[in-house]
């Protein structure tokens, strides 16, 4: 698999390498130089989820590795299912909370741990990555105790629930917390300046496993194929799929499957009240404002990494302007739709309604409609339970975690305060 740099297109990348720098030049994402049709996507469509997902990862990575290492990735990263739900005539939720940290980003992170095994065996890795509530505690359980590895996780202080936050703080050893007193964009900045700084980076063999890392996007395009498989054969060309955004990684990776042959009829990418990408689409303006604090803190994002490669797709025309859609939910929107869901008997937590919102501004009659249940209820249990009057009961994953003491370090959101650390802990 060849990738380019969407900053600086002379800057091109096997899939390997691309694993291991995270960002390019410029602090450019890489993007595939070319995402090729899948040929029998109705014969892949009948597989199960473990054997599909490493023939569709074998597609699109090429030559690179075998079949044999593929699948042997696949089924050490992808241990637990993506189930459709069904909520009503025509409206689905798809599940990805039922991994690990009871959120999807174990789905690429996990592969990624995978592929960086295969690909740094002996050297020294350090994995830094900045939170904004859910990549940490992914993160931090796919590398935990992996030899060679260290975690360092940066997340912004008293801005990511309790639980959300507990599922990585508490684990000490190889994995190293910093809350800083800032913003998730803070974070993010912190990181990218790390990635510059070319001796930091050389010295504690540097990696990123934020959204902008493309194993992670990767491996999110095999449960778009799972979504579509569990719809009655007659439907499946009719899907329209709506995913909460922030970062707009899990987006990028659902137009993926798309451009690569997926039937998926309509696609929106919704987010909360930090809506830079649904202003810039109306406008053609990109302003990002000051970051929100909102009830799906996750998508609290101003600046979405992943946007580039989005607005590659759109505007080589390979996935449609007119079949995108992107709507900003404000907080009490946000509630209503978890009240309406619960109306339905379906207990979301305010990613998942975000993703319910903007899916039903737009569904049409004839079309299937998919919205992403990217975190368990129980993650964000002060919310769910006070706006819907539930008392929900915590998963056995979650009482453990919350039970232990928190092991993070403050930190202002200052660059030099962060290569310290780093540079005493880990060198
Ligand atoms: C990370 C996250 C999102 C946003 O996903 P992006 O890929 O950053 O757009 C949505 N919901 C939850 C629960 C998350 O953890």
């Known amino acids: 698999m060849q990738l380019y740099n969407l900053k600086d297109h002379d800057q091109k990348v096997s899939f390997v390498e691309a694993v291991k720098t995270g960002l390019g030049r410029n602090q450019g994402v890489f993007f595939p130089q070319n995402l090729a049709p899948l040929k029998d996507v109705d014969a892949l469509l009948d597989l199960d989820f473990v054997t599909r997902s490493a023939k569709v990862l074998r597609h699109l990575l090429g030559d690179e590795l075998s079949d044999e290492t593929i699948a042997h990735m696949v089924e050490g990263a992808f241990t637990f299912p993506a189930p459709l739900v069904k909520v009503a005539d025509n409206l689905h939720c798809l599940e990805l909370f039922h991994g690990p940290t009871l959120a999807f980003k174990d789905f690429g992170g996990r592969f990624m ?110 449960y778009y194929f799972e979504a579509v498989a569990q719809l009655p054969k007659a439907q499946r060309a009719q899907a329209h799929i709506s995913v909460p955004s922030g970062n707009f990684g899990n987006v990028c990776a659902a137009m993926i499957a798309a451009v690569i042959g997926l039937p998926v009829a309509k696609l929106s990418a919704t987010t909360n009240q930090n809506d830079t990408v649904p202003r810039y689409l109306e406008s053609k303006q990109w302003q990002p404002n000051d970051t929100l604090e909102s009830l799906s803190n996750a998508m609290d994002v101003s600046r979405p990494n992943n946007w580039p ?119």
């Open 113 to 222: 741990a995978q592929c960086l095994a295969q690909f740094s065996q002996g050297e020294k890795v350090t994995i830094l990555t900045a939170t904004s509530g859910d990549t940490g505690a992914a993160v931090a359980h796919a590398f935990y105790s992996k030899e060679n590895i260290d975690v360092v996780i940066l997340y912004p202080e008293g801005k990511i629930s309790q639980a959300q936050q507990k599922l990585f703080t508490t684990l000490g050893g190889n994995v190293h917390c910093y809350s800083v007193k800032g913003s998730f964009d803070d974070c993010q900045a912190m990181v990218k300046d790390a990635f510059l700084d070319e001796e930091l980076k050389s010295r504690l063999g540097l990696n990123s496993a934020n959204s902008i890392n493309i194993s992670r996007l990767l491996a999110q395009v095999c």
């Open 309 to 427: 490669r989005v607005q590659t797709m759109l505007d080589n025309g390979d996935f449609s302007y007119d079949d995108f859609y992107s709507h900003g939910i404000d907080e009490a929107t946000t509630a209503a739709a978890m009240k309406e869901l619960q109306a339905m008997g379906y207990v979301a937590e305010p990613h998942t309604a975000i993703a319910y919102e903007g899916l039903k501004a737009d569904l049409a009659s004839g079309n299937q409609g998919i919205f992403l249940a990217t975190a368990h209820p129980a993650k964000f249990k002060d919310s769910v339970d006070g706006i819907l009057n539930l008392d929900i009961p915590m998963p056995k994953a979650l009482a453990d975690a919350l039970a232990k003491p928190c092991l993070a370090e403050p930190m202002s959101a200052d660059y030099q305060q962060l290569r310290e650390a780093m540079l005493a802990k880990l060198d």
